[in-house]
């Protein structure tokens, strides 16, 4: 995580970000640009069951003016265990329950935030952005706090730029904001929440089910940030 | 790092083995092996030179008995940085020298465990073995021992598993051993290092060029083990 005592990036200081299409990425994102960093938006294809979602990827890193925007592909459907990446198992449409979801992909955030730190090794930069947040927290481990500082100390024992001095960094500005403090906070640095989507099982245009935990968190954060809610539902799930 | 505690794995547990094709990672699966592990072993196709090392995987994971091997194609060499994966790069032939060698590809190891980590998570295993060791330790910062440390804090911390009280363990078995003692062991364990790939510049059929880092390594390595050495070599090479 940030340490309070982290340079807040200059014009020229080059970011890495993980851009996953949704709000919370988009709006960090749009948080690394405000702070003056060059970002370096990653996004990966890990097997997950939409494309929509790459999409929406790729419009809001040219919206918010990344200079570079990778997409990975890799075959996390492979090993199985996730109902984001395995059609055999359903998305949960029932509301939240308790514990960890069948939607989590396992380890899924190591792998992303390894990568997003293998590419700032080699375009030596020093900060990793990663939009981990606090509605995430009871059901996701890996989007807890404690995690991100152990891949930030990982990373600096991982990297020649760690052993050779240089402190790497591993931003999650938004994780103890609620969905409706994302929200305002994007709205406030420009973000079109049109462009993004959340929704677990989008159609191929981008189209939520609205019935998901993605969609109930998303749809949530807009009612009680009081802002219009751009999202697009699939027509059939429209009085869902 | 396996702690002391650990429990040795009897008939029936399953653990995932990274194996490269190289020397040290196949004796890594012989040791899992040995202590009764179900061994699931994982290559990368990370962008590296030549496809002879995957090649030699397959070979090393049918020979020592894996249940199951996977090869993930994983496309690092856009982020580039390296001369493993970056063919405008050369691979150095001079002999070893100070600091961190170019062929060094930023933060794979990290990757290669989180790749690990998520099959592992997957299939249910809590036990991930990496081929880190001693003589490369110098070099590459993430071969150091307190670098498998904070990788096995980072996993049970990242998942599902951790968080619901099974400790996942990254065991490195061979990474205080000297080449030669890594030669002797996986000999013990009957590792056919015929099968195995070391050189970082391998032609198609395997063959090592003599020359480079690894190539030196391992030839000291069976040299100093008093063992005959079974590499191959390429003819043009071969009176380097």
Redesign the interface.
């Known amino acids: 995580m940030a340490e309070a005592t982290a340079p807040v990036g200059t014009g020229g200081t080059p970011a890495v970000v993980l851009l996953s299409g949704g709000l919370d990425s988009a709006t960090v994102l749009a948080c690394a640009r405000a702070q003056g960093f060059i970002c370096h938006a990653l996004s990966v294809h890990y097997g997950q069951r939409h494309g929509a979602e790459l999409d929406a990827a790729r419009q809001v890193a040219q919206a918010l003016g990344a200079v570079r925007h990778?997409i990975?592909?890799?075959?996390?459907a492979?090993?199985?265990?996730?109902a984001l990446t395995d059609t055999a198992l359903q998305v949960p449409t029932a509301g939240e329950q308790d514990g960890?979801p069948i939607t989590?992909?396992?380890?899924?955030?190591?792998?992303l935030?390894?990568?997003a730190?293998?590419?700032?090794?080699?375009?030596g930069a020093r900060d990793v952005f990663y939009g981990a947040n606090a509605v995430d927290y009871s059901g996701y481990?890996?989007c807890?706090p404690?995690?991100v500082a152990?891949?930030e100390?990982?990373?600096n024992?991982?990297?020649?730029a760690?052993?050779?001095g240089g402190h790497i960094r591993v931003h999650a500005p938004i994780i103890q904001l609620s969905k409706a403090q994302i929200i305002r906070e994007g709205l406030r640095l420009g973000v079109d929440f049109s462009q993004t989507v959340s929704c677990y099982q989008a159609d191929d245009q981008g189209r939520a089910c609205g019935r998901c935990d993605s969609c109930r968190i998303r749809a949530a954060g807009f009612a009680e940030a009081r802002v219009p809610d751009p999202t697009r539902y699939q027509p059939s799930n429209r009085l869902a």
Chains 1, 2 share one sequence.
């Not at 990975?72 to 996390?76: A, E, N, P, R």
């Not at 730190?117 to 375009?123: F, G, R």
């Open positions: 990778e990975i592909q890799l075959d996390l492979r090993f199985g265990g996730s960890i989590y992909v396992p380890a899924r955030n190591t792998v935030l390894a990568l730190l293998s590419w700032a090794e080699a375009l481990p890996d807890r404690e995690f152990a891949f100390t990982l990373a024992l991982a990297t020649k760690g052993v050779e």
